[in-house]
């Protein structure tokens, strides 16, 4: 089980962070990918971290705002949102994948939580 927590409504160029913990697998077995939907349009990937955290990749409109990152001895992933524009406004996600590198390709993920919607206002 993937539980997502951390959304919120939250004024543009403000922060949040997004917790993902799991449960029912070996957490430090699977890599974790951050990705979002917004009203209307396809889920998009935002951010991956490999199975040991030593790896990341990052879509186009996170790079520079978005950090990801792991604690495997607490079976979490994170993402750091810093300075939130509007068309951030979305539910956000998290799954695991055993490619055995971070992907942003959101079919090369199989086991999805549910989301935290994340709300950013002008």
């Known amino acids: 089980q993937l539980q997502a927590s951390g959304g919120g409504l939250v004024q543009a160029g403000g922060s949040l962070r997004l917790s993902c913990a799991a449960s029912?697998?070996?957490?430090?077995?699977?890599?974790m990918g951050w990705f979002r939907q917004a009203p209307g349009k396809e889920r998009e990937s935002v951010a991956a971290?490999?199975?040991?955290?030593?790896?990341?990749k990052y879509t186009d409109s996170a790079k520079g705002r978005f950090t990801i990152s792991r604690d495997n001895a607490k079976n979490t992933v994170y993402l750091q949102m810093n300075s939130l524009k509007p068309e951030d406004t979305a539910v956000y996600y998290c799954?695991?994948?055993?490619?055995?590198?971070?992907?942003?390709?959101?079919?090369?993920?199989?086991?999805w939580g549910q989301g935290t919607q994340v709300t950013v206002s002008s």
């Open positions: 029912g697998r070996t957490f430090s077995d699977y890599d």
């Open positions: 971290i490999s199975w040991s955290g030593r790896s990341t």
């Open positions: 799954a695991q994948s055993a490619l055995g590198y971070p992907s942003i390709v959101v079919t090369d993920y199989d086991y």
